[in-house]
Structures are given as structure tokens and as C-alpha cells.
């Protein structure tokens, strides 16, 4: 190894200005050991796992049960997924095994590589995968390989990888691009994919999938272990970590972590509930259960909310803003960073955050979580949850906080259905064919490959199983020369044919490829920066693009004003003005899950039969008392149907409670079918309760409301009829056009904007609509778009729910309680010179008077 060298001046400047802020210094990576031959390492001894327990004792740890299964199991060759609460252990169940297997057989080159989903754990993940080798008396290299990883530890990386590995899943497709992947690879003994339940159910588990399947090829000997804490579907995980050539052990363990849930109950409750109408209000009582002595993650649903109640207990608490921090996937690496530090060593004590730190981090020191509006479903309760008294068999303790009075009912079924332990299943893509053309350019990449080989190769991973040999022929004809309809275009001939052997011989296509590696799909971001230098995150595009020079804004907890936008930077200085807006980013309507769904039914039926001895309901109760007044509560065996006439129109409100992507697509599917029976305009909203249709002229909602109109027959056509399916498969397809490389971003410093990388797919989707109708990407676009906008699966369920029956209707005055929020979601979207507070106040004093006068 080359001697050390000293910190650059611009290091040792840096190390200044933090000790003048009294920031901590940013640890050191660890230190690689002096490189030595097999021959030179120590040899006899207690066997390794021996000294690996031994260590475990100098730790005053005695290993779990389903550890020792682990490390037994291991032993025995056998791949599958260990299953077993947040911080019981799982790590060192996997990773003891291997690590004893290669200390014993002394070999060189990649043995065991631990796959992440999130890039800012590694760190830890190597920390941890280090401690045991003090024991061991062994020279195994540790490092990381992510997109944060320098570009001189990658240049070395791609001629040696160390023994132990930790990466990311793009990472790991990167360097499977590697010309001498095939060798580089060769040596590897294990896998462990970490929080499987975070890959399993995207295109990220799926690119996963393929990747493990090629290593399976480099390396026969592979074993594949998969973690999780909150999984429902265990066998099928398992069979998609292993692949269709093993059978999956299964390893879990009874380690109850109980879940301790309290709701902060609000003061008092409106009748007529709306989204956001608690909110802020809840702030002082938060504030006020906030205790310096208790390190707290406080998480939020969206970066939005976050960056409204980092800057709110910050007002509410100033003596506490040094101990106070902010921390979502927007905000700048390094200081995402210091938040972390911060949590680990103490120095901070609260955190706003959103899901970047709902998994892989140990913040030790943590106790409380408290979940700041619904958690919208049972898993990622449990995940929130066990972020708190991280240590096997702890009590996690969680403090529910209702941004509206609908979502106190919402708590009490979250209640129950973690007492039934009722998780929801994450279920895996099959086989997307976008995936399977970005790795197709990989393998190319990755020293070649032949057609047969790698279409069983393919095949073995569970994702792709029953793919035909025509799709495999069909997406290698696409990366070959963009398939019949682009053949006439140089740019779309990626991968060329030599003796039968597939390769990219284009270094300008080898370098966009590995460039725009990944599934994830996302609005172009725009960097932050201030004029006199200094980077604070990244925000979308789109939202930047609204902003005018002079608008204020906050953001990482900053108030600062727009400048300018200059290509894909947004350049801002500090505000001396009041805030104007707070940046939304895309995604944040987080849709009601299918366990929690059927709890808030069950919890509303009790209430209907006189049951409200839970806290939460007893809150809601004048909300529901309203709602029973003016029509019915729920009841868990019928759909409550409420009829309704006002100056707007004639309303149709429907309650499935089945979340808000179903009932856009129910919603939909309804308007049409109703305009077949009587011809009719309607204006529609959806929560994650129900839909509004409402029409200005009289329709005979009663008689249409039977079974024939809930049917399930033509539901594929009636949906791609009743909405702007072309649309939305044209957004769809422009993400799918991006992994499969039609469609690619750029290179760094000249990247396209996203109206830019729209136009592009867009026109390839409208030229493959007219020439290529069958297209198996426009297929997958349209399946994407029902399988996702509109989540099929439960649409279908919902469906037969309503066909089997009863319907109840009920003939009402005016808009419920459950009605109120859908009309403040139809009114939201519709132009006015008044604000949206000051018409609701207006909808609800008229509704009053209506009420005294009748009275």
C-alpha cells in the first residue's frame, strides 16, 4: 500500500470551519489492512466460529436461537430469508456463517457481498461487518461500493474487489457491466440482501433478482440470504431471493418486540373533519411530550410536512433548535450526515424525518417514535416503530399524532390491526420487460454473453420464470436495434452479435449505459445551490419550474428566495422576507394499505354497534355521533351508498374504504357505466374513504345502484375506456422507456430536462401506437398503469364486495361527516378568489344555520 498521504489544505480547512462551529469531524473510513498472501495468514487455532462466539460472550451476548439456525443452516449450503424482528440480530445471523466459511478456506477476491437498498447505510453496515474480524486475526478488506464511493476507491474496485462487499443494488448492476466482471466475481461465497421487504414489492427487487442470477452464474457455489422484519407473503420473498433452481429455507423466530401505541388526542373535534384541518394544531401537544432526555424520531408521511414541523417546534421550542434537526432523502448528503452522527452520539435528541431513516440504521440512543398522521399501513407501522429502543425484545413505543379528525379512526383500527398482527404483503413485478432489457445491456457489458445461456439464466430468477422464449427473442431484438419499428436508427443498436456472442463493442454506449444504470423512476431533480457557493439538496424539477425570481421558500429547515434557474441548478440566497411556499415533491399521497383498510371497516362497524371504548374513537365520537344523526355509520358487511342534493348538483357519495387508488379507478369505472345507462356530465373526488360523483341534473342514482353495476366482467376495457388511459401509459412508458434505454437522461453536465425526456417518449410512444400497436413495452405501460394507478388486484375485490352486496342508501340533507372531506377535495381543485379555508369556513356556517332552521 502507498504511504498515507497528509489532508489537502482544502481538508484541513474544512476540519477548521467544522471545530469553529463546533461540528463534530466526519470519521475516518476504516483502515485497510497491509495486503498479505494466504500462505502469510495465521493458521491453527480454535475454529472460527468458535472465536466468532467468543466474541459474541466479550460482548455479553448469548446468540439468538435463530442465529445459531442461521450459521447451521450455512453451513449446510443452504439459501433463504431470515425473518425476525427489527433489531434482533438479523445482520450477524447472515453474515457469521459466510465470515467463518472464508476465514477457514483462506481464498482472495469477493467472498461475501451485502446488498443495501439505501446507500447512506453503508457506512454503518461496514462498521458492523468489521467488529467481529478483531477476533479473527484475519486481513479481510471491508468497503463500501455506492454511488457515494470516490471515484479512485472505484477505479481500484474495478481490478480487485475486497473480500467483503457492501453495495446498493445499482451498484451491484454497475459492476456486473465490468468487461472481467466474470472473473471479478468468481470467488464469491455469499449474498446477503438487507431489507428485502423494501426491495421485494418494486423494479428494484426485480433488477435484484437478475443480478443474484448472474452471480449464480460467475459463481456455482453461491448461497443467498435475505433479511426482513416485516414481510406477510414469507414463502413467495423467499422463493424470489433464491431463485427457481433452490428451495428457500426459512429461518424466523417468536421475538415479540410489543408495540406500545398512544394517540395524542386533540382538545376537541369539528364534526365536519377535513384533511390538514388538525394538523398544526397538534403542534403545542407534541412539543409539550417532547422530553431532551428521550431521543425521539419524529416522522412525517411527506418531505413537505417535514419541512413544516421542523420549522413549527422550532418556533414552539427555541431553546431546543441546537438540539432539533431535520432530515429527508432531499437534503444534502453531508448533512444528512451530521443528522445521523448527531443521533448516534447523542449530540441531537429530536429529528423531523420522513422514511429516509425508516430502515437500516441502529440509531441506539433512540427511544420514541412518534408518527405524525396516519401511518397508512400495518408494515410500515411496525418499521416506524422499531426504529425506537432498538434492541432485541425492547418495547417500541409509538405516539400516533391525527392531522384530521377521520384519521382518529384511522389509529384505532392501526391499534387493532397490529394487535392481530395483520402486515401487508408485498408482492414482486412479473417480469418487466424494461428490467430485463437494461440488464440484457449489462450482461453485454459484463464480458458477453450467448443467447440460450442467458435466457435460462434469466429464467432461473423467480421474477422471470415463465417468460416465453418469443419475449426474450423480442426484448433482445429491442437492445440489438430498438426492434422493427427503430431498426432505421444507429443510436438504438446497443448490443451487436459476434460468433454468436452478444457484446457492446460503442464505448459511448458502454458509458451512457452505466451512467443511467437503475429502476428508479422520478422527476428530473434540480440541485440547490447558493450564488456564493454551497450545496443544500435537490428538489424536482417541476416544482422549481413554478417558482418565480423572488419567491420564498423553505427548505432544510432555510428560508431562502429564488434566483434563478440555470439548467438543472436552482440558485438561491437566504430570505430576509416571510416564507411564500414549501416544496412538494411528487408521490406524497401514500394510499391506504390493504390490512388497514379492512381495520378502519371492522373499527367503524364496532362504532355502529355502540363499541367506542378505545381512546381514539371516544375522541372521534361527536364526528361519528354527527355522521349516525344525518345517516349511518358503516357497517363492515354493506357499502354505505348516501344520496344527496344540493346547489352544487346531485351527489352520489360511495364508501369502500379501500384507498384512494382503488377509487380512482371505482370512480371512473363508475361515471361510465352510469353514462351508458343515462347520459350525464359528472364531476368526481376520491379519498382514501370513498368517491363523490356529482352531476347539475337530476339521475336516477337508486335504481342504478344494483349488482349489474359493480360487475367484474370487461373490467380491464371498461377502465382503459373510462379514463385517460393514453395519458397515462404516456407518463408510464416514459419511465419505462428510461430503464430500457430508449430514453436516457444524459451525461453529467448535460443532462435533459424532464420536459425534454417527456417530449422524447411521448413521440416514441405515439410512433410505436401507430406502427407497432402490440409493442411489448406499450403492453407493459398499460398493464403498469392499472396495476399501479389503479391497483387491479384490489379494484377487483372491491368489486365483488359491492356486487355480492348490500348497498345501503341512504337519502341525506347535506353532506355527512364522512361526505365533508370529499366535497373540500372537489372545491380544492376548482378556481377562486378565496381562499380554500375561508370557503370551507362558508360551506360549514350555512350548513349550520340549515340545521338550526330545521331544527
Known amino acids: 500500500m502507498p504511504a498515507r498521504r497528509s489532508p489537502s489544505l482544502k481538508a484541513q ?20 489492512r497491509k495486503r498479505t498472501t494466504p500462505r502469510e495468514r495465521v493458521t491453527g487455532g480454535p475454529p472460527p466460529m468458535e472465536r466468532l462466539r467468543a466474541w459474541f460472550a466479550s460482548k455479553g451476548w448469548t446468540p439468538h436461537a435463530f442465529q445459531e439456525e442461521s450459521w447451521a443452516a450455512y453451513a449446510r449450503g443452504e439459501s433463504g430469508l431470515i425473518h425476525v424482528p427489527t433489531g434482533a440480530g438479523k445482520t450477524y445471523a447472515a453474515y457469521l456463517g459466510p465470515l467463518a466459511d472464508v476465514v477457514e478456506h483462506s481464498e482472495t477476491g469477493l467472498q461475501i457481498l451485502y446488498v443495501t437498498p439505501l446507500r447512506a447505510v453503508s457506512r454503518d453496515v461496514e462498521r458492523a461487518l468489521l467488529e467481529p474480524l478483531s477476533i479473527l486475526d484475519t486481513d479481510l478488506d471491508v468497503e463500501s461500493r455506492t454511488g457515494d464511493t470516490s471515484s479512485s476507491v472505484r477505479q481500484r474496485q474495478r481490478e480487485r474487489l475486497p473480500e467483503v462487499l457492501i453495495t446498493t443494488p445499482e451498484s451491484l448492476s454497475v459492476m456486473l457491466s465490468n468487461e472481467r466482471a466474470p472473473e471479478l466475481f468468481s470467488s464469491l461465497r455469499a449474498v446477503i440482501v438487507d431489507e428485502w421487504h423494501e426491495l421485494l414489492g418494486s423494479k428494484r427487487g426485480t433488477q435484484t433478482e437478475l443480478a443474484l ?3 449464480r452464474h460467475f459463481a456455482p457455489r453461491l448461497r443467498t440470504w435475505a433479511l426482513s422484519a416485516t414481510l406477510a407473503n414469507l414463502d413467495e420473498a423467499a422463493r424470489h431471493v433464491v431463485g427457481t433452481g433452490h428451495t428457500p429455507t426459512l429461518i424466523s423466530a417468536n421475538m415479540e418486540r410489543p408495540v406500545e401505541v398512544e394517540t395524542l388526542l386533540p382538545e376537541t373535534v369539528d364534526s365536519f373533519p377535513w384533511a390538514g384541518h388538525l394538523g398544526f394544531t397538534m403542534l403545542a401537544g407534541v412539543a409539550a411530550r417532547l422530553d431532551p432526555k428521550q431521543s425521539t424520531l419524529i416522522f412525517t408521511n411527506t418531505r413537505s410536512q417535514a419541512e413544516r414541523w421542523y420549522e413549527g417546534l422550532r418556533f414552539a421550542r427555541p431553546e431546543w433548535e441546537h438540539l432539533l434537526a431535520l432530515h429527508h432523502g432531499s437534503i444534502d448528503k453531508e448533512e444528512r450526515e451530521r443528522v445521523e452522527r448527531g443521533l448516534k452520539d447523542g449530540t441531537l435528541r429530536f429529528v423531523v424525518c420522513t422514511s429516509s431513516l425508516d430502515l437500516g440504521v441502529d440509531f441506539g440512543p433512540v427511544e420514541r417514535v412518534v408518527q405524525v398522521g396516519s401511518p397508512k399501513g400495518i408494515g410500515r407501522t411496525l418499521q416506524r416503530a422499531g426504529r425506537g429502543a432498538h434492541r432485541p425484545g425492547a418495547t417500541c413505543n409509538i405516539l400516533f399524532v391525527p392531522t384530521h379528525a377521520l384519521e382518529l379512526v384511522e389509529m384505532a383500527a392501526a391499534r387493532d390491526a397490529l394487535q392481530r398482527k395483520e402486515v401487508e404483503p408485498r408482492l414482486p413485478p412479473t417480469k418487466p420487460l424494461d428490467v430485463l432489457a437494461q440488464h440484457l445491456v449489462t450482461c453485454a457489458l459484463g464480458g458477453g454473453f450467448t443467447r440460450e445461456a442467458l435466457r435460462e439464466e434469466v429464467r432461473s430468477a423467480t421474477a422471470y420464470a415463465r417468460l416465453t422464449d418469443e419475449e426474450f427473442d423480442w426484448t433482445l431484438t429491442l437492445v440489438r436495434e430498438g426492434g422493427p419499428t427503430l431498426s432505421a436508427y444507429p443510436e ?50 417541476s416544482y422549481v419550474s413554478r417558482l418565480r425570481p423572488g419567491d420564498t421558500f423553505q427548505f432544510g429547515g432555510k428560508k431562502l428566495e429564488f434566483n ?25 399521497r401514500l ?58 348538483g346531485h351527489h352520489l357519495f360511495l364508501y369502500p374504504f379501500e384507498g384512494r387508488r382503488v377509487h380512482e379507478g371505482l370512480a371512473a369505472l363508475l361515471a361510465l357505466r352510469l353514462t351508458r345507462l343515462q ?23 337508486e335504481e342504478a345502484l344494483r349488482p349489474a353495476l359493480f360487475t367484474r366482467e370487461h373490467l380491464e376495457e371498461d377502465v382503459l375506456e373510462s379514463v385517460n388511459v393514453g395519458e397515462l401509459t404516456k407518463r408510464q412508458f416514459r419511465d419505462i422507456a428510461r430503464v430500457a434505454g430508449l430514453v436516457l437522461p444524459g451525461l453529467p453536465g448535460a443532462r435533459k430536462s424532464t420536459r425534454q425526456v417527456q417530449t422524447s417518449a411521448a413521440l416514441l410512444h405515439d410512433v410505436f401506437a401507430r406502427h407497432d400497436p402490440g409493442h411489448l413495452l406499450l403492453v407493459q405501460a398499460r398493464r403498469e398503469v392499472l396495476e399501479q394507478q389503479f391497483e387491479q388486484g384490489r379494484l377487483e375485490n372491491a368489486l365483488e364486495r359491492l356486487e355480492a352486496g348490500p348497498v345501503e342508501q341512504v337519502h341525506v340533507r347535506r353532506p355527512t361527516p364522512l361526505a365533508f372531506p370529499l366535497v373540500v377535495e372537489r372545491i380544492s381543485a376548482s378556481v377562486s378568489n378565496e381562499s380554500l379555508l375561508e370557503r370551507v369556513e362558508r360551506m360549514k356556517e350555512r350548513w349550520t344555520r340549515d340545521d338550526a332552521r330545521s331544527a
Open 213 to 215: 442470477a448472474r452471480l
Open 564 to 588: 434563478r434557474l440555470q439548467g438543472l441548478t436552482a440558485y438561491v440566497r437566504p430570505a430576509k422576507t416571510k416564507v411564500t411556499r414549501t416544496p412538494r415533491w411528487g408521490g406524497s
Open 492 to 541: 438504438f443498436r446497443r448490443v451487436e452479435e459476434h460468433d454468436g456472442r452478444f457484446v457492446v463493442k460503442d464505448t459511448r454506449v458502454a458509458r451512457l449505459h452505466r451512467l443511467n444504470i437503475g429502476t428508479i423512476a422520478s422527476d428530473a431533480m434540480v440541485e440547490l445551490r447558493y450564488w456564493t457557493g454551497g450545496r443544500l439538496g435537490s428538489v424536482e424539477e
Open 13 to 32: 480547512l474544512q476540519a477548521r470551519r467544522k471545530a469553529l462551529r463546533g461540528e463534530p469531524e466526519t470519521p475516518s473510513p476504516p483502515k485497510r
Open 679 to 701: 347520459k350525464a356530465t359528472f364531476s368526481v373526488s376520491v379519498n382514501d374513504y370513498g368517491l363523490e360523483l356529482v352531476t347539475p341534473a337530476p339521475f336516477p342514482f
Open 591 to 648: 394510499p391506504l394499505s390493504t390490512s388497514l383498510a379492512a381495520a378502519v371497516r371492522r373499527t367503524l362497524d364496532a362504532a355502529r354497534h355502540g363499541d367506542v371504548t378505545s381512546d381514539e374513537l371516544a375522541a372521534a365520537w361527536p364526528v361519528l355521533e354527527t355522521q349516525e344523526k344525518l345517516s349511518r355509520i358503516p357497517a363492515a358487511n354493506a357499502v354505505l351508498a348516501e344520496l344527496c342534493h344540493t346547489r352544487d
